[in-house]
T-cell receptor
Framework: GAVVSQHPSRVICKSGTSVKIECRSL??????MFWYRQFPKQSLMLMAT?????????EQGVEKDKFLINHASLTLSTLTVTSAHPEDSSFYIC????????????FGPGTRLTVL | AQSVTQLGSHVSVSEGALVLLRCNYS??????LFWYVQYPNQGLQLLLK??????LVKGINGFEAEFKKSETSFHLTKPSAHMSDAAEYFC????????????FGTGTRLTVIP
């Protein structure tokens, strides 16, 4: 149980375009999902917390107008990188918490974004 | 505030040897502690976690970790390394208030030498 998927696994786009990444909880309903960013050979940095039916909470330094997060259902959260630039190239990972638990986050397989 | 320090960004062990990956944490409140493993180009898989109760926690793939409050440590061990254990390992901490945030260490890359 507690499987999280992401789509696409890899995406290459041109500078200035927008890219949408989907995060789905496959066998449970997730009221809270998280979006992380991981640079090469570095750790995960939390970008934002996504709550179903409400606005996402962004971490300090993360541009909410550039990284649009939508959590429209209990099984789907999306991250849209708007007007992408080469410096946005990174590995984006989502996670979800199982409802009525306070500890464990289950992670998706990640999406590698390359902006040319 | 919470933080995690993983000593040693790279650890190499021989196949069959003991694996020891170090993690020290800083937390102003009782912590929840986690170890995750990441294989190349993949997401994170939970190895084990400590929330409350027994301080020696057993996880998947033969790994275990011991919460030592006096040392603020949560080191990960495995008695005998296998080639398939080669990966990146992350220690993480969150608090027990139900807050959402996981704070990750910088990771330790484990290499297993045949």
């Amino acid at each position: 149980g507690a499987v999280v998927s992401q789509h696409p696994s890899r995406v290459i786009c041109k500078s200035g375009t927008s890219v949408k990444i989907e995060c789905r909880s496959l066998d449970f309903q997730a009221t809270t999902m998280f979006w992380y960013r991981q640079f090469p050979k570095q750790s995960l940095m939390l970008m934002a917390t996504s709550n179903e039916g409400s606005k996402a909470t962004y971490e300090q330094g993360v541009e909410k107008d550039k990284f649009l997060i939508n959590h429209a259902s209990l099984t789907l959260s999306t991250l849209t990188v708007t007007s992408a630039h080469p410096e946005d190239s990174s590995f984006y990972i989502c996670s979800a918490k199982v409802p009525r638990t306070t500890d464990t986050q289950y992670f998706g397989p990640g999406t590698r974004l390359t902006v040319l | 505030a919470q933080s995690v320090t993983q000593l040693g960004s790279h650890v190499s062990v021989s196949e069959g040897a003991l694996v020891l990956l170090r993690c020290n944490y800083s937390s102003s409140v009782p912590p929840y502690l986690f170890w995750y493993v990441q294989y190349p180009n993949q997401g994170l898989q939970l190895l084990l976690k400590y929330t409350t109760g027994a301080t020696l926690v057993k996880g998947i793939n033969g790994f275990e970790a011991e919460f030592k409050k006096s040392e603020t440590s949560f080191h990960l061990t495995k008695p005998s390394a296998h080639m398939s254990d080669a990966a990146e390992y992350f220690c993480a901490v969150s608090d027990q208030t139900g807050a959402n945030n996981l704070f990750f260490g910088t990771g330790t890359r484990l290499t297993v030498i045949p």
